[in-house]
């Protein structure tokens, strides 16, 4: 519950207890006479005397959070947001070229920019006050409300800077204009003395504000700290490309961080400077970031935005509105969200893709949508005094507007990134549909039953500890396989014959191949980005085909399916390769096998003495091979090989390249790489 909550909350209660006693004393009145009335009410039980009136600034001090949301770091850290923002108001309005933030090991934060300078005549409804200790001491005081002074602004209210006098222990403001230096200091919002003309000055204007939050409100242990202060300052400087914001803090403060002591935020990319350096190492659906920025006269109606699509993680949108953050978004945010909706799918009926859009939602296009939305409006109507979220309705037609044409125009300009971006949404709206119709299936059934595929000997172990898969080709080897398997810990999938090249299979392929989709049914696995370790129903998962060229083949169609669609499972190590022996040798009582021609030949010379016929029988695929033979070479845990799948991090890349040009839907690719590696085949050394 916030404070602002405990306050009517208490006013509720006080109203609640002065019933009974406002009741009683009416009734004692009406009844005096009466020897059995009881005893009257007393008078001073809730009096005119209990309604307390605050006055200046003691209602923020009685409840800051009313005012900046609490006590805690994040409301501590609105202060320096109230007097920054008030810096930008002047530079957006083209008063103002810099700003300057500097922070200090006693716990001082001052502001400085080179605009016009806060008022100091003598306010005229105030005499003998100055315009600048009105606005410093009185609540819903400043040039905010007439458009005249500030075309669009992010004080609106009037309250922000004297509320950060009323939490300060320490407030000292300095006005440099006409060419005269103010100065007036504040403890407590308390003037210590009337602004003081200080001196006369040629080469300085604006404010100078220099604060130090009251530890009576905050607590002793609470300070600025220097990295936030440092982001919200850089972020100012995305915000408004006109600006310059110079950045500067006591060494002891930073000392082992990576926060400078000193620099300079000036960036006239703005937002799409912003975002790029946000996005920087993660991978883009599309390389392009769609930006741009409609400015209108005065500032009013103005909008800057920038927006990609991350393929590697979740995305997020920031706006703001004349600078000021709005992190629970609001009526700017849904402008954006309708114009992208809207542009997309009218994309896909162009390209003539519309059936397929059509299932798309304004939440299929923000995920993964990483944004910067900035607008400037005149007057604009948050809800709370630390404007989280912006309510003005204006906001969502002024977005709409400035984004359609260009979102049309950049889509129609860029086919290859525009096919991208509608496959990434198509897919996020279908799992989302598939997501749907899970759950109104498991809702259907009060016991979820585990769909398998018909094909599956599925092993009696329900734990995925200790138990594993054998993926194998054919119903005769799998036969040999189910004989050979131990049922507790070992199940067996057939597949027939060789699958899918996923490398160069469309998704509507994918969807459709029933061996895929029973495949990804026994694991208990989704693909892609919806992979959870913790869902695969087996510890490990083996590849066992046939020791020959087919058989190799067809294990790399596989790994090249986990590769691309379950890239997880090979990280964690779950992925292997079974080792069956090729051929058998025989000479006497004694038999070996051998998984290839050159083991053959190693254990021929090496194994079996010229006393004897040797017999020496192949293997023409697993099926032919005898249960007993099959476990005892490559099923049984303990006398069989192994070998694991494995992708090295350094390795990654050129991995993926050779998945590509190996498996990939280009022959060119393929008969390059070979051709390459031609000379090293004969020796068994071709390295991929």
Same mark, same amino acid.
């Not at 003005?392 to 086919?415: C, G």
């Not at 669609?565 to 058998?584: C, D, N, S, T």
């Given at each position: ?401 400035? +984004? !359609?044409? #260009? ?6 300009? $860029?086919?290859?990134? *525009?096919?991208?971006? @509608?496959?990434? %949404? ?23 039953? +585990? !769909?398998? #595929? ?6 009696? $172990?329900?734990?995925? *500890?200790?138990?594993? @898969?054998?993926? %194998? ?42 061996? @895929? ?172």
């Amino acid at each position: 519950m916030s404070q602002s909550d405990d306050l009517f909350g208490a006013a509720a209660r006080a109203k609640s207890e002065a019933k009974p006693a406002a009741r009683a004393a009416v009734r004692g009145k009406g009844e005096a006479a009466r020897p059995d009335a009881g005893p009257p009410a007393m008078a001073s039980d809730y009096t005119a005397a209990h309604i307390e009136v605050l006055e200046g600034l003691e209602p923020v001090r009685r409840r800051p959070g009313m005012y900046i949301g609490g006590t805690d770091s994040k409301a501590l850290h609105h202060l320096f947001a109230e007097v920054i923002d008030n810096a930008m108001d002047e530079a957006v309005g083209g008063h103002a070229t810099f700003i300057e933030v500097q922070l200090g090991t006693d716990g001082f934060l001052t502001v400085s920019d080179n605009g016009r300078g806060i008022p100091v005549e003598e306010h005229p409804k105030f005499p003998g006050k100055s315009a600048l200790e009105v606005i410093m001491t009185t609540l819903h005081a400043g040039g905010k409300f007439d458009s005249k002074v500030y075309e669009t602004s992010g004080g609106l209210h009037g309250v922000g800077v004297s509320v950060v006098n009323a939490l300060s222990d320490l407030l000292e403001v300095e006005v440099a204009r006409n060419q005269t230096l103010y100065r007036q200091t504040f403890v407590r919002g308390a003037p210590q003395g009337p602004l003081a003309e200080v001196g006369r000055i040629t080469n300085r204007r604006g404010t100078r504000v220099r604060f130090h939050p009251d530890p009576q409100i905050f607590g002793d242990g609470l300070r600025f700290e220097p990295a936030r202060v440092f982001r919200m300052a850089r972020s100012k400087a995305y915000l408004f490309g006109g600006v310059e914001i110079r950045w500067s803090c006591d060494p002891e403060l930073v000392k082992g961080t990576d926060i400078p002591e000193k620099t300079v935020f000036r960036f006239p990319g703005g937002l799409r400077d912003y975002l790029a350096a946000d996005l920087e190492g993660h991978t883009l659906v599309h390389p392009d970031i769609f930006s741009g920025r409609i400015k209108k006269t005065g500032g009013h109606g103005s909008v800057e935005w920038a927006v990609a699509w991350v393929a590697d993680a979740d995305g997020g949108i920031s706006s703001y509105c004349n600078t000021i953050p709005t992190p629970d978004g609001g009526t700017h945010e849904t402008g954006l969200r309708a114009v992208l909706l809207k542009g997309l799918k009218d994309h896909a009926e162009r390209v003539g893709q519309g059936k397929r859009g059509g299932v798309i939602t304004g939440d299929d296009i923000t995920a993964g949508c990483a944004a910067m939305l900035s607008v400037f409006v005149r007057e604009p109507e948050f809800q709370g005094q630390t404007k989280d979220r912006l309510a003005t309705t204006e906001a969502a037609r002024i977005v709409e507007a400035a +984004l !359609r044409d #260009p979102f049309d125009h950049w889509l129609a300009a $860029n086919p290859v990134q *525009a096919a991208r971006l @509608l496959d990434h %949404v198509i897919d996020r709206a279908e799992d989302r549909l598939r997501r749907k119709q899970e759950k109104e299936v498991s809702r259907k059934t009060a016991v979820r039953k +585990l !769909r398998l #595929p018909g094909k599956l000997a599925d092993c009696s $172990n329900t734990e995925a *500890a200790g138990s594993e @898969l054998f993926i %194998v080709e054919g119903d005769s080897a799998g036969g040999s396989a189910k004989q050979a398997r131990d049922r507790k810990t070992q199940a067996v999938l057939p597949l027939r014959g060789k699958i899918l090249n996923v490398a160069s299979a469309t998704r509507d392929k994918l969807a459709q191949n029933q061996q @895929l989709t029973d495949l990804g049914q026994a694991l208990g696995c989704a693909p892609l980005s919806h992979y959870r370790d913790a869902d695969l129903r087996y510890e490990k998962v083996i590849i066992m085909t046939d020791a020959d060229v087919d058989g190799a083949h067809i294990a790399s169609l596989l790994v090249t399916y986990f590769f691309r669609q379950m890239p997880k499972l090979i990280e964690e190590g779950h992925l292997f390769l079974a080792v069956p022996p090729l051929y058998r040798i025989t000479q006497g009582a004694k038999t070996l096998y051998a998984r290839d021609d050159a083991h053959k030949a190693q254990l021929l010379k090496k194994e079996f003495s010229g006393k004897g016929k040797v017999e020496i029988g192949r293997f023409k695929g697993l099926g032919e091979m005898m249960p007993s033979q099959l476990k005892e070479t490559t099923m049984d845990r303990k006398t069989r090989t192994l070998q694991r799948v494995s992708i090295a991090d350094a390795e990654a890349a050129a991995t993926a390249d050779v998945v590509e040009r190996l498996m990939g839907n280009k022959p060119e690719a393929r008969f390059s790489f070979i051709s390459e590696r031609a000379a090293f085949a004969g020796d068994g050394l071709l390295d991929i």
